[in-house]
């Protein structure tokens, strides 16, 4: 709740008796709020949302949208709150009502797309400034220009070629010594700043923020991740963070900046501040512009939002996901980070095909995207549980001694020792234009070029595992292509040998007699595609990246056959299907759930809801429940809402037994609320009946009524703060389906009646169905964690006892 919210609410003396008729208008909204680490109930949401429309429209034509009443109740609005204003008009009445309406709707439609066009031209200047200060800093680390400090290696030497010696670029020293310390001075200390700055100042602004903002879009409530100072610390440590050399990638969270964006823009207007829906879809558009920055790709970063982001995706969604990124891929381009014209480093273009005897080795590289991606993913979660649970408490030690050891191992590798974009803009590259004299085209270093990239790819995967999900912003897109471009290197260095040596044989015969047969480059890209696939689990987004980064429509089929395969694979192999992202999710507990159609491999698919559903859950009756019983029903439970159920007179005598609130827990209160003829109404948040209670201390005995249809001056009538219009399925409802409806509609609850008799027999929330499905796997296979966990403790004590040596030697 907004500051301005509270001083609403207080206004009102705290015993002072309120009922329907005494509640401000304003207050009915405000006191719906919700809380840090809940879900959004977008069910509610889009009723609020509609209620407004309809009675805006009600004010200036005199009647509703509907030609009659819509049915069951419509929640009242406020008249003087802000989101009476919530979509940039006013209540109308009198004169003019019509045109006045008319007006205000086109300036409520133009300031969608004037938020998207702001939301994305802000996302592509700060991309373009985090690319040319990451590249600065990671120049900074073997040399600087001496016609300016601030230029990196590319900018002071643009006017030479990259076979010439650029005279204006100076090497810290002339002993290779010397630079080596440097080079691991510079890593360290980049990576302890980041770590200090997001550890003191925006803990949320570490990792890659993919899984955190898919499970936002759905609905989970996470204060503080995607405020301005998140977006301040993000937007500053990422260029040290990737500058330092740490296996991670910028294009991760990419995505998490992008999306700080559009919630600090888009929060300045009413509209989006005050309904969920509406900035749902900006916080969408927003992810698919980050996408777009990050690898040039305005469809690709759709894709991804509609196949990675989010669950519910409308054809007005695309439509405006795609112009937020195109304003945010345009602007980048004006900013030009690279001066050449390249959106991303790794952009490339080929001028030869493919030939068909090279799908052999396509279907080498997707079954290599599909092992490795799960590898990666089994071993991440690995060391991510063992970090959260030994290393919580050194975020900083562990982030800078990564770098350090990364710095060490990687300087003496070429692949390794530059920024991963740049190597992969080596690894893409064809032979010609002037590239032959480089390493990965010379035929007489095709050995020491093999030994090389598997060294790297051996290297950068196990750095990978242990650098992502340290506590700086780190994304795992980039390292997923490098590490597949490499690999796909080494396989066209093998092909390209295979060729030369054996270049009369049957299997190349479709080959060209006087043009290149094989491309090398070609095999890199396909190979990051592959591993990228593995390893985030998408699929048509890969394709579609691969075809904006390369401009290469010959490309598409073997970028298919690969990514299919990979696919495949992980889908077969991996453990409950799902990139890292949704494994991430489930490792850390979040409450989300995603329909994914495959109930014939879900072993609990079919299982009715009863056996996942909260049983006889505390009840309200509709009608003889007193103040001093509501305050006895919060002090005794925690939770969020409360069924309110209509109940005969017979069960109503059953209200005099709930103790009082000196004796009350939550076993008697589910005891004596447990009615026999419960029909259920409605539903009323803790937050209400918490309003309730605050503002009728004064008369804790008298009745409180939530039927809007009983009228009486012995009780106090609040049905205006009950939803009317639960979400109710029956008891024998197959799983399947409720999981479908969690992840389509979006209720916060859904209510459980018996089949037969129409009562109300218990509840499910997101958090219900995760528990029976995680009880559910754990009996189908119990997990043996009992060897991991004895790995995982004698690493820490020899992690402990290096430590412990290396503090001796330093006091010595």
């Keep these: 709740m907004s500051s301005d919210s509270r001083v609403h609410l207080e206004s009102l003396p705290s015993g002072t008796s309120v009922a329907n008729d005494s509640i401000p208008d304003s207050l009915v909204t405000e006191i719906r709020r919700y809380e840090d680490f809940s879900t959004i109930d977008w069910v509610e949401a889009a009723s609020r949302e509609n209620t407004l429309r309809i009675r805006t429209y009600k004010n200036a034509y005199g009647k509703s949208i509907n030609s009659r009443r819509p049915s069951g109740p419509i929640d009242p609005v406020s008249e003087n709150a802000e989101d009476s204003n919530a979509f940039g008009f006013d209540v109308l009445k009198g004169t003019g009502a019509r045109y006045g309406l008319l007006v205000r709707q086109m300036y ?38 001496t016609a300016g400090l601030y230029l990196n290696e590319n900018f002071c030497c643009s006017g030479y070629d990259e076979s010439d010696i650029c005279p204006e670029w100076h090497r810290w020293s002339s002993f290779s010594g010397i630079n080596y310390v440097i080079y691991i001075v510079f890593s360290t200390f980049f990576a302890f700043l980041a770590a200090f700055f997001v550890y003191s100042f925006a803990p949320y602004a570490a990792g890659s ?85 990050a690898f ?23 439509w405006r996901s795609y112009f937020c990124a195109l304003v945010a891929t345009a602007t980048l381009a004006s900013v030009n980070p690279f001066r050449t014209g390249q959106l991303v480093l790794f952009s490339v273009k080929y001028d030869h095909d493919w030939h068909f005897f090279e799908i052999i080795f ?44 990364t710095a060490v191992i990687c300087y003496f590798n070429e692949f390794l020792r530059i ?64 590490i597949g471009a490499l690999f796909g290197r080494f396989v066209g260095t093998v092909v390209w040998w295979l060729h030369d040596t054996f270049p009369d044989a049957t299997f190349f015969s479709s080959c060209p007699p006087d043009a290149p047969c094989i491309t090398p480059g070609t095999y890199a890209l396909l ?15 890969v ?91 919060l002090d005794g439970s925690s939770h969020q809402s409360y069924p309110v159920v209509d109940i005969d007179d017979e069960d109503a005598s059953i209200t005099s037994s709930i103790p009082t609130k000196s004796s009350t827990t939550a076993t008697t209160i589910n005891q004596t609320t447990n009615y026999t003829n419960n029909y259920l109404i409605g539903y009323i948040w803790r937050s209400e ?73 218990g509840l499910l929330t997101r958090k219900d169905i995760l528990k029976y499905q995680h009880k559910s796997d754990y009996a189908m296979a119990p997990p043996d964690r009992s060897a991991a966990e004895e790995m995982d403790r004698k690493i820490w004590e020899l992690l402990s006892q290096a430590i412990s040596k290396v503090q001796e030697l330093v006091r010595r």
């Design 543 to 633: 394709v579609v990246i691969i075809f904006e980064v390369t401009g290469a429509l010959r490309y598409i089929l073997p970028t298919m056959i690969v990514v299919g395969v990979t696919k495949a694979v992980g889908d077969y192999f991996g453990p409950g299907g799902g990139g890292i992202a949704d494994r991430t999710i489930v490792a850390n507990g979040y409450p989300f759930l995603e329909d994914d159609g495959d109930d014939e491999h879900n072993h609990y698919a079919n299982d009715p809801i009863e056996l996942a559903m909260t049983k006889d859950p505390i009840q309200i009756p509709s009608k003889k429940f007193t103040i001093s019983h509501i305050q006895s029903l």
């Design 527 to 541: 190979g990051s595609a592959a591993l990228l696939s593995g390893v985030m689990n998408i699929t048509v987004t």
């Design 296 to 318: 040039g790709s305005p469809m690709g970063g759709v894709l991804f939002s509609l196949e990675e982001m989010t669950s519910s995706f409308q054809l007005k969604s695309m």
């Design 108 to 145: 409520s439609a133009a300031q969608s797309w004037l938020v998207l066009a702001l939301v994305g031209a802000c996302i592509g200047l700060i991309a373009g400034f985090l690319s040319i200060v990451t590249e600065l800093l990671s120049d900074f680390k073997t040399g600087y220009c």
């Design 419 to 482: 920024d991963m974009t740049e190597s992969m803009q080596i690894l893409f590259h064809e032979c010609d234009h002037g590239f032959e004299d480089n390493v990965t085209c010379q035929p007489s270093h095709r050995m020491y070029l093999a030994t090389t990239l598997i060294f790297g790819m051996v290297i950068r995967t196990i750095l990978t595992i242990i650098s992502y999900g340290s506590k700086v912003p780190a994304g795992i897109f980039v390292p997923s292509l490098a």
């Design 209 to 293: 923020g993919i899984s955190e903002i898919k499970c936002i879009i759905a609905g989970f409530i996470m204060n503080g991740f995607l405020d301005a100072k998140t977006l301040f610390i993000k937007s500053v440590t990422l260029p040290l963070t990737i500058a330092s050399g740490l296996s991670v990638g910028k294009e991760g969270p990419s995505v998490h900046y992008a999306v700080c964006v559009g919630n600090t823009v888009a929060g300045l207007f009413p509209k989006y501040r005050v309904y969920k829906t509406k900035m749902r879809e900006v916080l969408s558009s927003c992810a698919a512009a980050g996408v777009a920055v």
């Design 362 to 405: 396509f279907i080498l590289i997707g079954l290599f995207g599909g092992f490795g991606g799960l590898f990666i993913i089994k071993w991440n979660l690995r060391v991510q549980a063992f970090r959260k649970k030994y290393l919580g408490n050194y975020a900083i030690q562990e982030a800078t001694l990564l770098a350090f050891i």
């Design 689 to 761: 009946l918490e309003y309730i209670v605050a503002h009728n201390r004064d008369t804790p005995d008298r009745y409180v009524s939530f039927d809007s249809l009983e009228s009486s001056e012995d009780s106090l009538n609040f049905s205006r703060l009950v939803n009317f219009s639960p979400v109710v399925v029956q008891n024998n409802t197959p799983l399947s389906k409720v999981i479908a409806l969690f992840s389509k509609v979006g209720p916060r609850i859904v209510y459980v009646e018996r089949n037969k008799s129409g009562t109300l027999c």
